[in-house]
């Protein structure tokens, strides 16, 4: 069975810096692309990042880029985005998914970033 | 990266057929077969309902279908049913990356 388990969400102050993990089991994590997607309380699903297998490739949405940083560790089968500069429209519960082929097709339950003073 | 333009809300009756439209343009939804629509009930994961426009993933009823005409998908869920209520979001590629539209809440009546 495909399990993600983010973690590393919490309270953190505007400009801080936080340190998101998602945990996969279940599949071949080193065969798969990995997203991050994120929704702010009562709002609508938004693409963050994507990551390939090997780490040669990297996209990001641009209300994050130059902010954010994707990585992969395929010897611990996690995910990770390192979140930097945050601010508070960054407020929100962070998915990641694996990547289908142009689809998400398994989700984590969300860890929640809250940015506030 | 602006959003894809979803109804905000749209109900039927159980038996009865509803369709969401996702509107974007040629440089998403317009220029690539891969939309894809997620379920979404309240406190829970996103779940992937269809991909590359019209495939359902093994699991999905057949109530569930989707198609795609120039830069704006629909998703078609036929026979409604009561746990089919929940919020629904569009997602295509973009080139690069991924724009999801901005959600329908059906209501079942």
């Known amino acids: 069975e495909v399990q993600l388990v983010e973690s590393g969400g919490g309270l953190v102050q505007p400009g801080g810096s936080l340190r998101l993990s998602c945990a996969a089991s279940?599949?071949?994590?080193?065969?798969?692309?990995m997203h991050w997607v994120r929704q702010a309380p009562g709002k609508g699903l938004v693409w963050v990042s994507r990551?390939?297998?090997?780490?040669?490739?990297?996209n990001y949405a641009d209300s994050v880029k130059g902010r954010f940083t994707i990585s992969r560790d395929n010897a611990k089968n996690t995910l990770y985005l390192q979140m930097n500069s945050l601010i508070s429209e960054d407020t929100a519960v962070y998915y990641c998914?694996?990547?289908?082929?142009?689809?998400?097709?398994?989700w984590g339950q969300g860890t929640l970033v809250t940015v506030s003073s | 990266q602006s959003a894809l333009t979803q109804p905000r809300s749209v109900s039927g009756s159980p038996g009865q057929s509803v369709t969401i439209s996702c509107t974007g343009t040629?440089?998403?939804?317009?220029?690539?077969?891969?939309v894809s629509w997620y379920q979404q009930h309240p406190g829970k994961a996103p779940k992937l309902m269809i991909y590359?426009?019209?495939k359902r993933p093994s699991g999905v009823p057949d109530r569930f279908s989707g198609s795609k005409s120039g830069n704006t998908a629909s998703l078609t869920i036929s026979g409604l049913q009561a746990e089919d209520e929940a919020d629904y979001y569009c997602?295509?590629?973009?080139?690069?990356?991924?724009?999801f539209g901005t959600g329908t809440k059906v209501t079942v009546l």
């Open positions: 998914a694996r990547a289908g082929s142009y689809r998400c097709d398994y």
């Open positions: 279940g599949f071949t994590f080193s065969d798969y692309w």
């Open positions: 990551i390939n297998t090997d780490e040669s490739i990297t």
């Open positions: 040629s440089s998403d939804v317009g220029g690539y077969n891969y």
């Open positions: 590359d426009v019209s």
């Open positions: 997602c295509s590629y973009a080139g690069g990356f991924y724009v």
